[in-house]
């Protein structure tokens, strides 16, 4: 598929000396959700920041939709909508002028049907004529996302959206980020919320300490990476796991709960072989027995814990 962000050896070196991206190199997918996950500090700012031309490369390019972002830096911002992590809009304006004027700074004709889609989408129509100054955060962060939506770009970057957002904002968020979805626009999101990766994202690369470690299909990655668990509810609770069982071939997949009410096996979901049919009858053998079982699969959130800390 064809790709509509292209990042190649991409290095930035801050002037405090810190090296924060260390040759990225990274294809965007026109059309799909891209995940960007990694701990704080990792780069991910920094590189959706160069892409959108708001911090200068040290070395690499990178292209938009066919234009470098540094070359030819007009051309590929507008196709590209950006909600930043901090809340920056002018107080002072109404919703309705800041969202217009942000169109305008594209060299986009004036679209007041546009923009009035926009804010009924985003629900902040009933506030178009209020004062920025006077919205409540989320809905600052509704007037942002209208801001990076008003000149109808084709790429949205969204770096932490659901930050310290409610429930209904962040439910109403990824309504809209999927039909943005469904009318082509190819969405790059950072979230430190895992699961909302998990649900969202068509793809997930992981970057850390400045280096892509990852870029994988998410069902691939949670299918490749992801372990299962098998967790024995017990009917009488347990001290320890048992000489017999605890030095067995189960011995690193074994694990008791705190109150030594739960036996957890954990093993791995791409192996033939799972070896429950084994444990089952040992622990009949050792008198061990259950009343409920409950089997369940990684989640991403596990998976990348895993991934980062190595
Ligand atoms: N203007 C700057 N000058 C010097 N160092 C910077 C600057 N901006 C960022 N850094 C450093 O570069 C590294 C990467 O920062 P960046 O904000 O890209 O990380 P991040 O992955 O977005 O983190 P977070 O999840 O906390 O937002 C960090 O160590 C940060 O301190």
Redesign the pocket.
Known sequence: MQSIISVNNLTKT???G?S?LKGINLEIRRGEIFALL????????????IICGI?NPSQGHVLADGHDVVRDYKAARSRIGLVP?ELSTDAFESVWATVSFSRGLFGKAPHPAHIEKILRDLSLWDKKDAKIRTLSGGMKRRVMIAKALSHEPQILFL??PTAGVDVELRRDMWQMVRGLRENGVTIIL?T?YIEEAEEMADRIGV?RK?EIILVEDKAVLMEKLGKKQLKLHLQRPLSSIPNGLGGSQFEHQLELSADGNELIYTFDAQSEQTGIAGLLRQLSEHGIDFKDLQSSQSSLEEIFVNLVKA
């Open positions: 801050y002037a405090s810190h924060a990694g701990p704080n500090g990792a780069g991910k700012t920094t590189l959706i920041n911090v992590q770096d932490e950072t430190h970057i400045g």
